[in-house]
Nanobody, 123 residues
């Protein structure tokens, strides 16, 4: 059975940092591309970042230069390092995995999803 479990969310002040982690099981982790999405209240699900099995990375324009996605296949974990957080980064963050998806920003490309973790940026 496939599982993706996120951790590391929480509340932080503007300008602060958080590191999200997502650990997978039940599938061949190293062969999948892994993405992070977020959904703010009243807004659509948004692709934030993606890392391919060959370590290519992709970012939404809104987070470029502030967020970094990395993966540790030995630990079956993907991380999202978030720096210089802004109130508009407040959302539930989800990790997802895809084997053959061609559009990293589209949620329909992904086969498996985590349950989400809340990130709140507020003073």
């Amino acid at each position: 059975q496939v599982h993706l479990v996120e951790s590391g969310g929480g509340a932080v002040q503007p300008g602060g940092s958080l590191r999200l982690a997502c650990t997978g099981s039940g599938f061949t982790f190293g062969t999948y591309a892994l993405g992070w999405f977020r959904q703010a209240p009243g807004k659509e699900l948004e692709g934030v970042a993606c890392i391919s099995s060959s370590l290519d990375t992709y970012y939404a324009e809104s987070v470029k230069g502030r967020f970094t996605i990395i993966r540790d296949n030995a630990k079956k974990t993907v991380y999202l390092q978030m720096n210089d957080l802004k109130p508009e980064d407040t959302a539930v963050y989800y990790c997802a995995a895809t084997l053959y998806g061609t559009n990293w920003e589209s949620s329909t490309s992904y086969n498996y999803w985590g349950q989400g973790t809340q990130v709140t940026v507020s003073s």
